[in-house]
Antibody
Framework: QVQLQESGPGLVKPSGTLSLSCAVS?????????WSWFRQPPGKGLEWIGE???????NYNPSLKSRVAISVDKSNNQFSLSLNSVTAADTAVYYC??????????WGQGTLVTVSS | EIVLTQSPATLSLSPGERATLSCRAS??????LAWFQQKPGQAPRLLIY???NRATGIPARFSGSGSGTDFTLTISGLQPEDFALYYC?????????FGGGTKVEIK
């Protein structure tokens, strides 16, 4: 059973950096899959943030590319998201997910991150 | 960038009725479309991939169709647990996009 679990601070100050991790169980982060991040502002739709392959190759949403970095931690079977220069507009539920054969098939439960002083 | 437009924004139906949700792409899709269901406080759940294939464990009342720029999700005989938000999604060349969503609510 594949499971993903997000973790990280629920509150980040404006202009700070949002950092989240996604722990993967039931699959290896080094398998032939991509690992993705999404977000959903309260009451709004889904937005894809970016994805990473275990080799370190990444793809990012062009609208966030200048502020985002996704990395992989093979030793702990997890991957991470970093988003800098955050504002209130970055307040959202953040999800991680597995990309298998072009489909986002397993998702974490999501974690709410609020940007506020 | 491909834009996905879903309609209607809200669909008010009674249990047992058929729901027909539309997703229109701004250009012909070279790879296929997926549909997700999302309930309040929950992560999205993959329903349909490659436009018409049901994901593992998805009931047969959910079906997807379409190609090119026009895609449809049909729920035949709405069950109480089907009232939720539905999103279409497409990924190509390492870029994923979602439609704005359709809310299926109880009439």
């Amino acid at each position: 059973q594949v499971q993903l679990q997000e973790s990280g601070p629920g509150l980040v100050k404006p202009s700070g950096t949002l950092s989240l991790s996604c722990a993967v169980s039931g699959d290896s982060i080094t398998s032939t899959k991509w690992w993705s991040w999404f977000r959903q502002p309260p009451g709004k739709g889904l937005e894809w943030i970016g994805e990473i392959y275990h080799s370190g190759s990444t793809n990012y949403n062009p609208s966030l590319k200048s502020r985002v970095a996704i990395s992989v931690d093979k030793s702990n079977n997890q991957f991470s998201l970093s988003l800098n220069s955050v504002t209130a507009a970055d307040t959202a539920v953040y999800y991680c997910a597995r990309l298998e054969s072009g489909n986002f098939d397993y998702w974490g439960q999501g974690t709410l991150v609020t940007v506020s002083s | 960038e491909i834009v996905l437009t879903q309609s209607p924004a809200t669909l008010s139906l009674s249990p047992g009725e058929r729901a027909t949700l539309s997703c229109r792409a701004s250009q012909t899709l070279s790879t296929y479309l997926a549909w997700f269901q999302q309930k309040p406080g929950q992560a999205p759940r993959l329903l349909i991939y490659d436009a018409s294939n049901r994901a593992t464990g998805i009931p047969a009342r959910f079906s997807g169709s379409g190609s090119g720029t026009d895609f449809t999700l049909t729920i035949s005989g709405l069950q109480p647990e089907d009232f939720a938000l539905y999103y279409c999604q497409h990924r190509v060349s390492g870029l994923a996009t979602f439609g704005g969503g359709t809310k299926v609510e109880i009439k």
